[in-house]
């Protein structure tokens, strides 16, 4: 199984980034497909998430109304549309699969298959 995440960058404050997330060995209709970050000194942290069964999006609270998480079945893909961004989104950012609990989704250890990251650098 293997995961990777790809289409970071560097952008100006107020940009957009599109991330892609593509996957072999792991098929992802039977899993929930996470975004999490990692900004330097911290500690990773959930941004957005996808459960395929019921097509159920999740958000944190800094991302929400900015990102947007959606799939491609043919593609067995996922992508996060990052817009308005903001120089406190800059972070290696991951897609992870997983089949956490709803309550869990958050939850980074709940994910077992995760990809190399992509950094994302917003400048002010």
């Known amino acids: 199984v293997q995961l990777q995440a790809f289409g970071g960058g560097l952008v100006q404050a107020g940009g957009s980034l599109r991330l892609s997330c593509a996957a072999s060995?792991?098929?992802?209709?039977?899993?929930?497909i996470g975004w999490f970050r990692q900004a330097p000194g911290k500690e990773r942290e959930f941004v957005a998430a996808?459960?395929?069964?019921?097509?159920?999006?999740y958000y944190s609270f800094s991302v929400k109304g900015r990102f947007t998480i959606s799939r491609d079945n043919a593609k067995n893909a996922v992508y996060l549309q990052m817009n308005s961004l903001k120089p406190e989104d800059t972070a290696v950012y991951y897609c992870?699969?997983?089949?956490?609990?709803?309550?869990?989704?958050?939850?980074?250890?709940?994910?077992?298959?995760w990809g190399q990251g992509t950094l994302v650098t917003v400048s002010s």
């Open positions: 992870a699969a997983g089949r956490p609990i709803t309550s869990a989704t958050m939850t980074p250890n709940l994910y077992g298959h």
């Open positions: 060995g792991l098929t992802f209709r039977s899993y929930t």
């Open positions: 996808f459960r395929w069964s019921g097509g159920i999006t």
